[in-house]
């Protein structure tokens, strides 16, 4: 009663090219440097779309891209009136339901920006929203890889 709640989805086949066109319209693969920032701009984005959203941000984000995967990871993102219902466990899937319904829409939202600015196409995503730990992560799969390892 009151666990995680997971979705995952498998995308379509892309057709997708082999190349990355960063802000700097780069040729390739992602720098570590061009990564970090990315990362740090994504993390700003999805603090933004909280704030805007259910006016509040996580407390903790982290984005962090390797290889051909994506993964976002909020903790905090309950708001105070989220927090008490939660704290009961018949609230806890009530939460976990809306909050999901809430991932949903921010990957409908978000997932043509994430594919746009590391230049490739998602082929599988998952979430999980965890409210008694108020805690929500994104994983997505794209069609290539998406940095420069030397």
């Known amino acids: 009663m ?3 709640v997971k979705i995952h989805e498998q995308m379509k086949e892309s057709n997708h090219s082999n190349h990355f066109y960063d ?9 570590n440097k061009q990564r970090r920032q990315l990362q740090h701009e994504i ?18 984000t982290k984005v962090t891209i390797w290889d051909d995967m994506m993964i976002l990871r909020c903790e905090g993102f309950l708001t105070e009136p989220e927090k008490f219902v939660s704290a009961i466990p ?4 009530l939460i976990n339901e809306s909050r999901m319904q809430i991932a949903e829409q921010f ?7 994430f594919e746009d600015k590391l230049g490739a196409k998602c082929i599988h995503k998952s979430y999980v929203v965890e409210s008694d730990k108020d805690f929500f992560i ?3 799969v794209f069609d290539k890889m998406l940095i420069e390892i030397k």
């Open 2 to 4: 009151g666990g995680p």
């Open 138 to 140: 994104f994983t997505m």
């Open 107 to 113: 990957s409908k939202d978000n997932l043509p920006y």
């Open 43 to 60: 993390k700003l984005h999805m603090e933004k779309y909280g704030r805007d959203l259910v006016r509040k941000a996580s407390d903790y």
């Open 90 to 93: 018949m609230g806890i899937s």
């Open 23 to 31: 802000n700097n319209t780069t040729l390739g693969a992602l720098t």
